[in-house]
């Protein structure tokens, strides 16, 4: 068996004449890696479908009904309390029935409990009303 040791102790070694390939792999690795992680973040898009141009100037004005629920959950309808949750209803039933439907700007107390808030909207959802805001969120504000 032989073994080869290389060159005798005078002669210099030979000189390599491949290219170094590893940066070029890692810059490669790199480059996949980036590519990999911005694909995905651009194909995710929600697609809106946007009015265009200007809409027409409504030609009648809302009638505004507004319902504010005080603390203890008493109901007032344009400042006329409510008796019940039948009483409420006959009056959603009544705004529902609209040619044009009024908008509800609903004014919860800061202190209410939100199953009265949480049953007059789900009153005025159920019985057709469409136009519910929210007004007063101001005071939620710390």
């Known amino acids: ?15 390599m004449v ?3 390939t590893t940066p070029l792999i890692d ?3 790199v480059l996949l ?6 694909i995905p973040i651009q194909t995710h898009a929600v697609k809106l479908n946007m009015p265009v141009g200007t809409p027409p100037p ?8 507004t319902i504010e ?6 109901m007032v ?3 006329e309390v409510l008796r ?26 800061k202190l209410v409990k939100y199953e009265s808030v949480a049953m007059l909207m789900a009153s005025a959802q159920r019985l057709g009303l469409t136009k519910i805001g929210l007004i007063g969120n101001e005071q939620f504000i710390r």
């Open 69 to 74: 629920v005080d603390f203890d959950g008493t």
């Open 1 to 15: 068996m032989a073994m080869n040791l290389g060159a005798g102790g005078g002669q210099e070694p030979e000189v």
């Open 84 to 109: 019940d949750r039948a009483d409420l209803e006959a009056h959603l039933r009544g705004a529902a029935a609209m040619a044009v439907q009024p908008e509800v700007h609903l004014r919860p107390n």
């Open 58 to 65: 409504t030609e009648v004005q809302p009638q505004v009904v």
């Open 27 to 29: 810059v490669m690795l």
């Open 33 to 38: 890696i980036m590519l990999i992680i911005t």
């Open 18 to 20: 491949d290219i170094n």
């Open 77 to 79: 309808w344009n400042g």
